[in-house]
């Protein structure tokens, strides 16, 4: 029996998406399914759908915080959040991020999961300006790629191959009916299957037939 494909759709501007990345990345070795990264912008998800980030509602934004650092404890990813959360968000675009790692997807694609968690490690550990060529440049070598590598793939994210790349990603997103992120897409019986959030792996295995086993599954030890 083959595979189950399992698309994630992210934007490293949500913390939730990379709470939902690394459960997914976990339960890649567990399960029998193909994740497939899918990076997005998030921005222009919000402006398609007319959504607007959590935090704007500042009782909401309150709960966040508590609810963040409570899911980050329980996830064991080490997201900290700054104390002007909202202000780190909004002023930081994500949109050249989101081509770098968009890029780096189209061309090594093998760096794509080290490099996506580095971007979240930059911006939700160490609260960094992600938009700043230096910073990309850092989480680019952090994440395994040479310099020149890194330089070639900063040249790429102006190019049209790579933003049309990024907006067609974007809209495929929407067109599964994605409005927020994480977003998790997965085809049962040929139909399309939408899970938002990071809180939903267990509800994906359950529909996908496959044992959810809690945040940090035990690794199948390699067959002799």
């Known amino acids: 029996m083959g595979r189950t494909v399992v698309e994630l759709f992210y934007d490293v501007v949500s913390p939730y998406s ?13 399960w ?10 998030l921005a222009g ?11 704007m509602l500042p009782k909401r934004g309150e709960y966040m915080l508590k609810d963040i650092k409570r899911m ?25 991020a989101m081509r770098f790692i968009t890029a780096v997807g189209m061309t090594q ?3 794509l999961e080290p490099l996506s ?9 160490q609260h960094e300006d992600i938009s700043q060529t230096e ?8 994440a395994g790629l040479s310099s020149e590598l890194a330089q070639k793939v900063l040249e790429m994210i102006s190019s049209p191959e790579v933003k049309n790349r990024l907006r067609e990603t974007t809209e495929e997103a929407i067109k599964y009916g994605v409005f927020g992120m994480p977003a998790v897409v997965t085809h049962v019986n040929g139909e399309p299957q939408l899970f ?24 199948p030890s390699p067959k002799m």
């Open 135 to 142: 910073t990309m440049l850092a989480i680019a070598k952090q």
């Open 72 to 96: 980050a404890k329980y996830y064991q990813v080490p997201l900290q959040t700054p104390r002007n959360y909202m202000q780190h968000v909004i002023s930081t675009s994500s949109l050249g």
């Open 45 to 55: 998800i919000m402006q398609a759908t007319g959504n607007k980030p959590p935090g």
């Open 196 to 219: 938002f959030g990071s809180d939903r792996v267990e509800l994906l295995g359950s529909i996908i037939g496959e044992k959810w086993m809690g945040p940090v599954p035990p690794v």
């Open 32 to 41: 029998n399914i193909d994740l497939r990264l899918r990076p997005a912008f």
């Open 109 to 111: 694609p093998h760096y």
């Open 18 to 30: 990379w709470l939902g990345f690394e459960v997914l990345c976990r339960y890649q070795h567990v």
């Open 117 to 125: 968690r580095e971007f979240w490690i930059s911006f939700w550990s």
